[in-house]
């Protein structure tokens, strides 16, 4: 049963780089990682998923050791509107049962 | 395009009644998920569905719970008896397949007096 464990809280400035850990000791072999974002009276927004190594989009990167126990979402330049909160999702692989369990979040603040 | 609608976006009823939440998936997104969020907490599996099957509906609190998506399209999220307890927004998902990013609707505010 895989459980996620994130910092509860993180500040940053505007501009700066922001590197979210999310460890998952028990990560099944099927599962993807996934990040989401939600802001107040929202649901939250896919950011990005990956397997393993490195993802990169438009938005964020996701790097994820050879172990799979651990991943971290990274957000270059920072801006106010990116104050959030921030889940780590595993499980649900493409041909398994594993089941669906949100981290308990981390919520970011980013100060002008 | 459309993303998920959840209806209502509120919902207020007395302990012991009866309530049901609508969502609308995305169009062609087989997989579709309801979560229960409490505040400040990250949101809570429920059941999800492939197709209309529920393919796992290991979350549901106890029987008086329950989910259909009878045309694999629409869901309908069912409790029975509500108890105060129970109060929290209820979120709904959809993705193109199992496995996929989750595409979420806002969810329902549900508050039992």
């Known amino acids: 049963l895989a459980k996620t464990t994130q910092p509860i809280s993180m500040d940053s400035y505007e501009g700066q780089e922001v590197n979210i850990t999310c460890s998952h000791n028990n990560i099944a072999t099927n599962d993807y990682i996934t990040w989401y974002q939600q802001f107040p009276s929202q649901g939250p927004r896919f950011i990005i998923q990956g397997y393993k190594t490195k993802v990169t989009n438009e938005v964020a990167s996701l790097f994820i050791p050879a172990d799979r126990k651990s991943s971290t979402l990274s957000l270059p330049r920072v801006s106010l509107s990116d104050t959030a909160v921030y889940y780590c999702?595993?499980?649900?692989?493409?041909?398994?049962?594993?089941?669906?369990?949100f981290g308990s979040g981390t919520r970011l603040s980013i100060r002008p | 395009g459309a993303g998920v609608s959840q209806t209502p976006s509120n919902k207020v009823t007395e302990k012991g009644k009866y309530v049901e939440l609508r969502c609308d998936p995305i169009?062609?997104?087989?997989?579709l998920y309801w979560y229960r969020q409490s505040l400040g907490q990250g949101p809570e599996f429920l059941i999800y569905f492939q197709g209309t099957g529920a393919a796992d509906d290991s979350g549901l609190p106890n029987d008086r719970f329950f989910a259909v998506r009878p045309e694999g399209s629409v869901s309908t999220l069912k409790i029975q008896r509500t108890e105060r307890g129970d109060s929290a927004v209820y979120l709904c998902?959809?993705?193109?397949?199992?496995?996929?990013?989750?595409?979420f609707g806002d969810g329902t505010r549900l508050s039992i007096l």
């Open positions: 998902a959809s993705s193109l397949a199992v496995g996929g990013p989750q595409h």
């Open positions: 999702l595993v499980g649900v692989g493409y041909s398994s049962a594993s089941k669906i369990i």
């Open positions: 169009s062609g997104h087989t997989a």
